[in-house]
Structures are given as C-alpha cells and as structure tokens.
C-alpha cells in the first residue's frame, strides 16, 4: 500500500462547477501538505501550502487537512476551463526534512466550456 | 528572474550511451533533487542534494550519478542509457528548512 493515495481521475466538470480533489495517507507523522498544479508538458507549481489540520484558503481554492481521519482535500470554487491541469499532492513529516516528500500520483481535471 | 532551468528540453538518445541532463538555479537554494515522472509512477526522486559537495540517494538512483560543485548547478549523468529511462526528467530546488519545492520545465528523454 503505497503511503499517500490519490485518485488519478479523469475527473470532467463543467465550467462554474465546485471541484473535490482528495488524497489520503497512512503515516501520521506526516504535517505538512501540499498540492500543486501540472500543465500539459510543464514543471509542477506549487498551489497550496498548508501546515497540521485546518483549512487555508487563497482566492478560488482552499485547501482543507483532517488529520484525525489522515485525507487532505483542495476545493476549487467556480473552476475555469484554465484550472485544466494535474493536481499533485505532497507531504512531509518533519520540518526541513524536505528529501522526504511523498507524492500522490496525481489527478487529472479538466473544465469544459 | 530566471529560477530554474533544464536543458535539453528534449533529447532522443541510443541505449548504451551517456547522456547528462543540465539544471540550473538562480535562487541560491542549498536543496536540488533529481526526480523522474512515468504514468503510472508518478514523480520518484532519483537523487537530492543538500548543498555543494552532498549528495544522496532517492528512491530510484540505480543507472544513474550526479555531481554538485556549484550551488547553482546539478546535473544528472545516465551512465549507459537504458530504454527504461525514458521518461520525463524535473529537476527540483528549496530552501533550507522549507518544504515546498520549485520545479524546473522538465526535459523529456526518449532512449532508442
């Protein structure tokens, strides 16, 4: 069981639509979470950085961390044909320890018009 | 405002050959990493590196060497290309004590 899984998708929604992205882990050391974002052909971005549980929102997009039940999710609020891409998520448990990321294999979104 | 760089962008090559990925960061950053993404496998970490001079080993460093002499710069060698490492190459970059990293636009490496 590999230690963060996430859904590869595909995942379609219309333009305007919430989306629901979602990872789960199994080390609960983990603290630190992180999605980023993957266009067709290009370098990861980072999108969302958010330490322990808690919610952290930065425009369209909120990340969300429930560690009691070890699952992170990104909600994109009125998605635009734009946020088309592949949303990698990301953790690390101990600060600075930043050799030890540990990925999700991604899932791919696409908004139609 | 650089930040990042990879070269070749592309680059097709025969097994049994050596062939040297380039990555190049402007930020000053101690930490590079070397990761490879395959459908299926998503992004594996070949090689990081903490600082000029140190380097370790990632998950999947079999086939491969790298060297940092400068902060800015760590390039990945593949010794004797082998058709399973076609793949697309990121090289990646923090700072200290962060754990957000920077990626590079990737180089894509098909080996014949």
């Known amino acids: 069981q590999k230690e963060v899984e996430q859904d590869p998708g595909p995942l379609s929604v219309p333009e305007g639509a919430i989306v629901s992205l979602n990872c789960t882990y199994s080390?609960?050391?983990?603290?630190?979470f992180m999605w980023y974002r993957q266009y067709s052909r290009k370098g990861p971005e980072l999108l969302m950085y958010?330490?322990s549980s808690g919610n952290k929102e930065d425009g369209r997009f909120t990340a969300q961390v429930d560690k009691s039940s070890k699952y992170i999710s990104l909600f994109i609020r009125d998605s635009q044909p734009s946020d088309s891409a592949t949303y990698l998520c990301?953790?690390?448990?101990?600060?600075?320890?930043?050799?030890?990321?540990?990925w999700g294999l991604g899932t791919s979104l696409a908004v139609n018009p | 405002d650089a930040g990042i760089t990879q070269s070749p962008r592309y680059k097709i090559t025969e097994t049994g050959r050596q062939v040297t990925l380039m990555c190049h960061q402007t930020?000053?950053?101690?930490?590079m990493f070397w990761y490879r993404q395959d459908l299926g496998h998503g992004l594996r970490l070949i090689y990081y590196?903490?600082?000029?001079?140190?380097?370790d080993k990632g998950e999947v460093p079999d086939g491969y060497v790298v060297s940092r002499s400068k902060t800015e710069n760590f390039p990945l060698t593949l010794e004797s290309a082998t058709r399973s490492q076609t793949s697309v190459y990121f090289c990646?970059?923090?700072?200290?004590?962060?754990?957000?990293?920077?990626f590079g636009p990737g180089t894509r490496l098909l080996v014949l």
């Open positions: 990646a970059s923090s700072a200290p004590k962060r754990e957000t990293q920077y």
């Open positions: 080390n609960s050391a983990f603290q630190y």
């Open positions: 990301a953790m690390s448990a101990q600060a600075g320890n930043n050799r030890k990321l540990i």
């Open positions: 590196s903490a600082a000029a001079d140190i380097t």
């Open positions: 930020w000053s950053h101690s930490y």
């Open positions: 958010t330490y």
